[in-house]
């Protein structure tokens, strides 16, 4: 059961600040996109959105390292796919639509800038909190009388 104990606050915020960003850009701009049959840049840009508002919510409620390595994979992943299709255009990738756009315009930027400040306060979330939070006892050694 998850606690509410994991992570620093301020980090569980910065993640949960970044994801929602993210999703509010990704969704406002799904609409620009058309939504053709299959897997569209629309509806990828609506998953992102949705699955990055859960989890954003998740973070806020929840100090489970496991949650907190799922909001770095999201914002991770959003992050490395802005970059990607930026700034070389690959084409399909099997049921993914090509979507290169080399052009950065204000909620690309804010998108990036978002998804980079929540991979990064996620996975600090997930290192700082190794190991359960507990602090190691310190051994103690004992002097033998010689």
Known sequence: MATNSGGSPILRLLTAAGLGVEAYVH??????????????????????????????LIVLASGSRFLHFLAFLVAASALGAVLLYSYTNVGRLGPLPNMH????????TLSAAAEAVATLASAALVFRSRGGGAKTPKKRFRQSAS
């Open 27 to 56: 969704i406002h701009l799904a609409t620009k996109y058309n939504s053709g049959a299959g897997l569209s840049q629309s509806l990828l840009f609506r998953i992102e959105g949705g699955v990055a508002i859960l989890l954003a």
């Open 101 to 108: 756009d080399p052009a950065w315009f204000p909620q690309k």
